[in-house]
């Protein structure tokens, strides 16, 4: 079970899934080789043995990018398991590292540093799903 989130070029004015009109088509991230050059700067410690999909792994938190094999790269989801916020710092050091917006999956809306995402409450569902003591 994961937290998923999207990096995706968007305009300004969008604030939201919802406010993404259905013909829009986002502009790519770049080339591959750019975009993995671009994770290595902001994440040294990813690991792109397999440039389709990269592994993040901090103390207590993982992150799994789907880059796919597209080129250019349109996109980038990514897989949040764990706990912690040094993963919500990765996250937006991916981020910031393409200047691109990061969609929160499980709400639908963009995610900034320091406002509200569905990370904390994904961990509380998580940990509510898979607590044996909640088992009857």
């Known amino acids: 079970m994961s937290w998923d989130v999207l990096l995706l070029n968007l305009p300004d004015d969008i604030t939201s899934a919802q406010d993404i009109p259905d013909d829009y088509s986002p502009r790519p991230l770049g080339p591959r080789h750019e975009v993995l050059a671009a994770v290595s700067s902001a994440e040294p410690s990813a690991d792109l043995t397999d440039p389709t ?3 993040l792994t ?14 250019p790269v349109n996109s980038i989801m ?10 919500l710092a990765s996250v937006f050091r991916l981020g910031d590292a393409f200047g691109c917006k990061v969609l929160d ?3 639908g809306e963009l995610i900034t540093p320091g406002g509200p995402s569905g990370w904390h ?3 509380e569902y998580r940990d509510r799903m898979f607590d044996p003591s909640e088992k009857g």
């Open 53 to 55: 999909w990269g592994d």
């Open 58 to 71: 901090g103390p207590t938190w993982s992150i799994e990018l789907n880059i796919g094999s597209d080129d």
């Open 78 to 87: 990514l897989h949040v398991r764990g706990s912690g916020d040094g993963a």
């Open 105 to 107: 999956c499980s709400s």
């Open 121 to 123: 409450a994904f961990q």
